[in-house]
């Protein structure tokens, strides 16, 4: 438990958070590992978890029946995987594929849910990082719909 | 324009005259990709080997088309001239139909270059976009070949598709090295393609370089470049350390007709090479 709340705080995503609620997240964590091409959660599952990425390779995936399976994202060493754990009602809207075996830190969403409804400055401080998260993903997102690197009319 | 250049009949004057294209036959036409094309050129009077430095560019004429500035690609230690080029428009697309023993008229090297020899004792990250990995090219040669005066290097590459990857083989030797770090995304993959997926920018928290130690060296569409370069000052590199390339329709390549200007600058002998703050605030006048 001590090493997990070690690599918890360690990790830009929970930085500054106070070392109280640093304790309590540690208690809905987990050390996980996933095999390459495995699924680890798939559209219209229950999102109950997220993921800090140790090590290895995620593909976000969308199912096409023209086009087969599309990545439309890869998550790697340092990223947070998922965020519909948060979200109502609770559902994944990709597949994540592991490309290359993966160790990771599960976080129980249902459990972090629980904690966050009944002190909402912990919720507080985890929308905060949501956020910016969400923001950073949107951002990207964007770019990448510009299609910069095409011809320009 | 072209009738100016038709007249160079005397060879030895279109050698020294920077208005003037010296003849190059093509030794070697190179497909990359669907639209991307390398040549590799070697001067019809001569043997002289073409001098220039990493991130300088040539105007290339094709014959009775028009004249483009394209960067040089090529390894300046290398004995032929190369060009990389995305055939885009009239110019590009005639010089896509060129084949090995054609004539291009070339004017250069102009314009500013790489910061080779300020990179040395630092981290070096090399961020291209599309067709920003052909400028790019000459100076990462360069620091490999005095790879002991350099700290980490690294190179981020994002492309549109998997099939726009440049340089492929290249790349894979790249990616076998030690001393050199490779990271490729693209912005649309198919299925079946297990590589990164993502802008380019995202690659920038995976290079573990030391930010406070670190010299950046860009390339590609004005707006990724301006994200590329938030994202590092973001990390804490100085934007000092920034150097961008930039482009902008050229006629002369030589600062007499004002074709090419941003600002306060002309991009052909100023750039194309700009420390990032030279540049900073003209970035973000997209009336410019
Ligand atoms: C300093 C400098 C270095 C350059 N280096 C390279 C290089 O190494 N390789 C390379 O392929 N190009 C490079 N370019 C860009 C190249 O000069 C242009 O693509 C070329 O001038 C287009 O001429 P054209 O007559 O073929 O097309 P045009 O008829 O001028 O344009 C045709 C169409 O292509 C679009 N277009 C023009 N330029 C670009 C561009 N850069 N990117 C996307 N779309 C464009 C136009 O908007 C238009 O829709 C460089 C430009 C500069 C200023
Ligand atoms: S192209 Fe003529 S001044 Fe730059």
Known sequence: METLERILAQHQFFKDLSPEYLTLVTGCASNVRFEQDQNIFRVGDEANQFYLIREGRIALQLFSPDRGHITVETLSEGDILGWSWLIPPYYYVFDAKVLD????IALDGKCLRRKCE???????????????????????????????????? | MASVLELSSDRTEVAASPMLPRPFVIKKVRRETEDTFTVELDPREGRSRFEFLPGQFNMLYVYGVGEVPISIS?????????????????????????????????????GTSWPVAEARNKDVVFVAGGIGLPPLRPALCEILSHRESYGKVVLLYGTRTPSDILFKDELEQWRARFDLEVFITVDRASAGWRGNVGVVTTLIQKAGFDSRNTLAMIVGPEVMMRFTTIE????????DSIYLSMERNMKCGIGLCGHCQFGPVFICKDGPVFRYPQIKDLMVKWEI
């Open chain 1, 118 to 153: 009944e002190d909402h400055n912990l919720g507080y401080e985890l929308l905060k990082r949501f956020s910016s998260l969400l923001e950073h993903r949107l951002e990207t997102t964007r770019l990448q719909l510009l299609d910069l690197y095409g011809v320009r009319s």
């Open chain 2, 74 to 110: 090529g390894d300046p230690a290398g004995s032929t001239l190369v060009h990389t080029t995305r055939a885009v428009g009239a110019v590009t697309k005639a010089m896509a139909e060129l084949r090995r023993g054609d004539v291009i008229g070339i004017r250069g090297p102009f």
């Open chain 1, 101 to 104: 075996v993966t160790r990771a």
């Open chain 2, 232 to 239: 590092f000052i973001k990390r804490g590199v100085n934007p």
